[in-house]
């Protein structure tokens, strides 16, 4: 890991794009450089005489401009790519909403945009809005509120059909090339360095926009700003990734395990706004490239992992993810967090108990006000404090918030907890390590979770189960624990999955067929309306309930892709291995009187999809360890038998089907 970035060069950082930013949002001097690419230092003393912009007020912007007068356009924006091979360059449409009196006085705007494969096919947000045309087949309704919101306080807003959906040409190739290309070649247009057409095929060019641009979105949205951050691409200033992917193969698939098969192109499929026959090479392409049959990490996939390019980022970054989201796994985030906080990427974290949720579903009205500020500074260049505060922003309890100064925790660090043999039927968790060679052996049984994880002291087949001791003191898990096992199996591969649990009585998140989160009845408005268009949406609330226990992370690895994803190496049933199982970031505070568990298993139907069944797995347990990050001091008590847990039985009902594998981000 590098050294993290000194406060000074941050600081640094932060003040040029600032007065790049005070300057692109005044009124347009009689000489000016294309968008987006004037020299912010050259160009200050030149701001100090310039009138401020009616929308700003202070160090904030205020509703200053009509939003049922705004203008609204589409254009069409030319990539780079001819994805679906017809010899065209392909098109995306982009459907604007911007304040029209902003525009007569010269002011340009800054951007806010969401790239989405959704917006004919499945709509966005928790009520599923479409985009609407009008006759001329200009956009009407654009779904979410930041158009009503952000646009009469001098903000523009650009939905963006990525390429091969809605009214974009082109094929779409899933996280790869030609969708983040597509939505790179928008912001590109917004600073002068793409061409743009109306439906008539005439030019048009944004000189109404500063050239700074933020993208924002929730799961493949979010995906999209990810990558598109990545290509390094100049005026995208600021990215708000909402439960979004950094790393397509690792949502896809777990450590060598499919999630389910034919993922990719049964994406593309469930997205695709172009007839089958006119993407069908595309198509067969992401099914032969994905490299299903090995689960190999390969180019394929190394071109929709942004996480090495993070290097290449310019833009901020405001991620927000729910810990308990079983979609897009809690690794998208944590992996690509650490990634830009190695590079001294600025950088804001919101953490909460839910799902696969937006915060707007969660914590709304704080939720407006810290995006508000957010785009303030980073697009319109306000000084307004918001890089000075807390960095982190989490959920410990439903309901319950606090900050801190990063993630994970600070003094957070990692502890061996060794693996003790207890009574025989379960382990031990923190106590004196079981002797080098006292081996206890599993053999595959393919349990449901709700099976695996319930009465942790009856023996089961088909998992291993490691216990605490009672905690004497709060326990704060903060990070990515792993689990590493000296095994021998007698397969040449299997699946081995592990799961922390925490049990103990509390009021947590209920997760039954929702991710945390009910509507309601009741409607708040965010901005202004239309006719057409409304800024009002169904509140939301937490769904709690009162639990015996809950799983708090999970991992997964394909024994044989143990030295590498990018291959395989058969297990040789006469040999041991040591071999390490990530699971994925949490952040959590166990009370006083829990019990950790630590639960091993194998084939896993509610999340993984595997013909690899059945084996036998040996663990040396003296030689096998939990590497648990936490926070603090506080550790496990030592135990040398686990001590009675009681669950309520497993409930058949709450297992998942095959089909719930399948699942779109």
């Not at 010269?106 to 947000?125: E, F, K, N, Q, T």
């Not at 595309?282 to 032969?288: E, G, I, N, S, V």
């Not at 995006?371 to 309901?399: C, I, K, S, Y």
């Not at 660090?413 to 106590?431: K, P, Q």
Request: net charge negative; with cysteine.
């Amino acid at each position: 890991m590098t050294p993290a970035p000194s406060p000074t060069s941050i600081r640094a950082r932060v003040a040029v794009v600032l007065v790049g930013l005070l300057v692109a949002a005044l009124p347009a001097a009689p000489v000016t450089a294309s968008p987006g690419t004037a020299s912010p230092i050259a160009a200050e003393p030149a701001a100090r005489h310039r009138p401020v912009p009616a929308h700003v007020r202070g160090n904030q912007t205020v509703p200053a401009y009509s939003y049922a007068d705004a203008i609204r356009e589409s254009v069409w924006v030319q990539t780079s790519a001819d994805s679906d091979g017809d010899g065209v360059r392909d098109r995306v449409a982009v459907d604007l909403v911007r304040p029209r009196e902003a525009a007569a006085a010269g002011v340009r705007v800054p951007v806010i945009m969401d790239a989405s494969p959704y917006y004919l096919c499945c709509g966005r947000g928790n009520e599923s809005e479409l985009k609407t045309y009008d006759a001329a087949g200009v956009i009407a309704k654009a779904p979410l509120f930041y158009d009503n919101y952000f646009v009469p306080r001098g903000y523009a807003f650009a939905a963006v059909d990525l390429a091969g959906t809605a009214r974009s040409t082109g094929c779409e190739d899933v996280g790869g090339p030609a969708e983040v290309g597509s939505a790179k070649a928008v912001v590109d247009w917004l600073n002068g360095r793409a061409r743009a057409y109306t439906a008539d095929g005439r030019p048009v060019s944004a000189t109404w926009s500063t050239g700074q641009v933020g993208m924002i979105g929730k799961s493949w949205d979010g995906s999209v700003a990810n990558g598109v951050a990545a290509t390094g691409v100049q005026g995208l200033a600021t990215i708000v990734p909402i439960s979004a992917i950094s790393s397509w193969d690792d949502y896809m698939r777990y450590q060598g395990n499919l999630r389910t098969t034919d993922y990719p192109g049964y994406l593309h499929s469930y997205v695709s706004g172009r007839t089958d026959e006119a993407c069908a090479d595309a198509l067969a392409r992401l099914r032969a490239d994905s490299a299903e049959e090995t689960g190999d990490y390969n180019a394929f996939w190394a071109q929709r992992d942004y996480r090495p390019s993070a290097g290449r980022v310019r833009a901020s970054v405001f991620v927000a993810h729910g810990v308990n989201d079983l979609n897009v796994t809690t690794n998208q985030f944590a992996r690509w967090w650490q990634e830009l906080a190695d590079q001294g990427v600025p950088r804001k974290l919101w953490l909460y108990q839910a799902g696969h949720e937006d915060p707007f579903d969660v914590r709304r009205a704080e939720w407006v006000t810290a995006l508000h500020r957010w785009f303030d500074f980073w697009l319109q260049g306000l000084r307004n404090g918001v890089m000075n505060e807390p960095r982190v922003d989490l959920e410990t309890a439903p309901g319950a918030w606090t900050t801190q100064r990063d993630w994970p925790a600070p003094g957070t660090s990692d502890v061996r907890v060794a693996l003790g043999a207890g009574d025989g039927v379960t382990g031990t968790l923190g106590g004196r390590s079981a002797r080098p060679g006292r081996e206890q052996a599993y053999v595959d049984a393919s349990l449901p979770e709700a099976e695996l994880v319930a009465q942790p002291n009856t023996a089961t087949a088909g998992r291993l189960v490691f216990l605490s001791g009672a905690l004497t003191t709060p326990l704060r898990i903060s990070g990515s624990p792993s689990v590493r096992l000296r095994v021998r199996v007698d397969r040449p591969t299997t699946e081995l999955t592990a799961r922390l649990v925490d049990y103990g009585t509390a009021e947590r998140i209920r997760y039954d067929s929702s991710e945390g989160v009910r509507t309601l009845a009741t409607e708040s408005c965010w901005g202004a309306s239309t006719d057409v268009d409304d800024a009002c949406y169904r509140d939301t609330e937490e769904i709690t309930a009162v639990s015996d226990h809950a799983v708090l992370t999970r991992g997964w690895l394909d024994a044989a892709h143990h030295r590498s994803l990018r291959f395989s190496t058969p297990l040789r049933p006469d040999r041991w291995y040591t071999v390490t199982v990530p699971l994925n970031a949490y952040d959590a505070v166990l009370p006083a009187g829990h019990v950790l568990g630590l639960v091993l298993g194998q084939s896993d139907p509610d999340f993984t999809e595997t013909d690899d069944q059945d084996a036998t797995v040996r663990v040396d347990l003296g030689r096998s360890e939990l590497i648990l990050p936490v926070a603090g001091r506080a550790g496990l008590p030592a135990v040398d038998v686990a001590p009675p847990v009681v669950t309520a039985p497993a409930d058949p009902s709450a297992a998942r089907t095959a089909g719930d594998t399948r699942q779109v981000p």
